[in-house]
């Protein structure tokens, strides 16, 4: 616990039980407790992270899931009624869909994401609930039979501009895939493609759910109200979160 404390683990107490019960042997908690010192992120050396009150499964490199994007799967939820269509864009390790089963039991749920390692991280996730994750960019590989009838999309798209990303804590930036971290020049670049293809996925009356930081609301609620979608915002200051919902009119 010393040496994690000296590095900088602001948790070190908790982090040095996780890693012992991780370990079988003292060598193994040994390498551990090495690795974590060098930077890993905590979660990578688990192969798993807690989200939402679950344990999601999460390989070296896969973005890991945030406490904060609570707020944007109980935003979904509030918006979107049991029995829904559901596609989660930009899934990582699957942790919002994983959640969104349980919680809205829809009658078809389906994710997505560009990145191979999260696409088979995700769909580890997701196979006992037989939830197909598709690799590709965006919407792309979703099956077209579903476009005009989703009920919900949800999208924990990267939203960091890209002069920003190097500021962020190396665990991220380090040990994270760089297209789940990197927005674009204003963040909202990413964002801006998953508002446009909403229009012609979603059901009329259907609902997009996206994660944002606090400075982009105005500019991407702008942009989702220039597509015809009717934007509304939560905050949560505990988790310093951000959610967007937007609606299409039907």
Known sequence: MSRLRAAGCVFAEEEAELLAAAADTPERLADLVERRVAGLPLEHLLGWAEFCGLRVGVDPGVFVPRARTALLVSAATAVTG?????????????AAALVLAGRLRPRWLAAADLDPAAVACARRNLAHLGVPVYQGDLYEPVPTEWRGRLDLIVANAPYVPTEAVALMPPEARLHEASVALDGGSDGLAVLR?????????????????????????EALCAALADLGLTPS???????????????RPG
């Open 82 to 94: 049991p029995g829904a269509a559901v596609l989660d864009l930009c899934c990582g390790s699957g």
């Open 193 to 217: 493609r998953v508002a446009r293809g909403a229009v012609h996925w979603l059901a009329p009356g259907g609902h997009l759910a996206v994660e944002a930081g606090v400075g982009q609301v």
């Open 233 to 247: 915002v939560a905050y949560d200051e505990e988790l310093d979160a951000t959610a967007v919902t937007a609606r």
